[in-house]
């Protein structure tokens, strides 16, 4: 029987082309968004691919939401934390209420979409949790305080996950993009955005499709001994 997966902030960039890819795999896929309706309803119509819509930061939406994503495509096998935002200011200038946004749809975000899902895999005896962390949750970034907490603290969460989830079929790992193409990186300047490529050693932005494959292959079965990794897919940027 189809795997289902479900993908958070899945109808649109990074998001959009994982749910592609578990529904080519085979994967019985829903996606999930916040409030882009006319972007939501134009993926479903391009791709048959079923969305939902919930806020990620609010656990009782988030709960809700699950479950009638598992009455109506089946129990939850993958899950994707996809769903992220940016409130980016340096330092000496970010609002508590930034920072609050950042950590509530990004970290909390991920608790909110892993617990409910969580019961399940470990009586199924299988389940597949990944995280869409960051480069800059690895190395850090200028005006990125909120934004790198969280990702960084992603991977403390898939590490810790997948002590807890092991014995239980279930592996937890996250993907660290560097620089992707999507609506996140095209809305910074054209000029900052050419100064980040010219930082990237392979010239270029990655494309979401290469961020996908990383997923794809972390939710299959080849995939099992992988557990509480990271895997980066950077063009090449280091750090350490
Ligand atoms: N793009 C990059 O270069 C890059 C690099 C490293 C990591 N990442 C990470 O990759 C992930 C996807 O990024 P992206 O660039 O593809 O973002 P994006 O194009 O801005 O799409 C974000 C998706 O998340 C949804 N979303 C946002 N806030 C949400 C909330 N509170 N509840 C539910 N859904 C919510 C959006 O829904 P709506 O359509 O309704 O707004 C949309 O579907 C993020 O976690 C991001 O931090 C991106």
């Not at 930034?98 to 005896?125: A, C, S, Y």
């Not at 850090?140 to 603290?153: H, L, S, W």
Request: negative net charge; glycine residues 10%; hydrophobic residues 40%.
């Amino acid at each position: 029987m189809a795997r289902t997966a479900l993908v958070t902030g899945g109808s649109r960039g990074i998001g959009a082309a994982i749910s592609k890819a578990l529904k080519a795999d085979g994967y019985n896929v829903a996606a999930t968004y916040a409030g882009n309706d006319e972007a939501a309803a134009s993926f479903t119509e391009e791709t048959g691919i079923k969305t939902y819509k919930w806020n990620v930061g609010d656990y009782a939406e988030s709960k809700a939401g699950i479950e009638k994503v598992e009455a109506e495509v089946g129990p939850i096998d993958v899950v994707v934390a996809n769903a992220g935002i940016t409130r980016d200011a340096p330092f000496h200038k970010m609002t508590p209420e930034q920072w609050q946004q950042v950590i509530d749809t990004n970290l909390t975000g991920v608790f909110n979409t892993v617990h409910p899902v969580w019961p399940g895999m470990r009586e199924r005896k299988f389940g597949r949790v990944i995280v869409i962390s960051s480069v800059n949750g690895q190395k850090g970034q200028f005006a990125q305080v909120n934004y790198a907490a969280t990702k960084a603290g992603d991977i403390g969460i898939v590490r810790s996950l997948a002590q807890e989830g092991a014995r239980a079929g279930i592996t937890a790992n996250a993907v660290c993009p560097g620089y992707i193409a999507t609506e996140m990186v095209m809305a910074v300047p054209e000029k900052v955005r050419e100064a980040i490529i010219s930082q990237i050693p392979a010239g270029r932005l990655g494309e979401p499709e290469e961020i996908a494959r990383c997923v794809a292959f972390l939710a299959s079965d080849d995939a099992q001994f992988i557990n509480g990794s990271t895997i980066s897919a950077n063009g090449a940027q280091f750090f350490g």
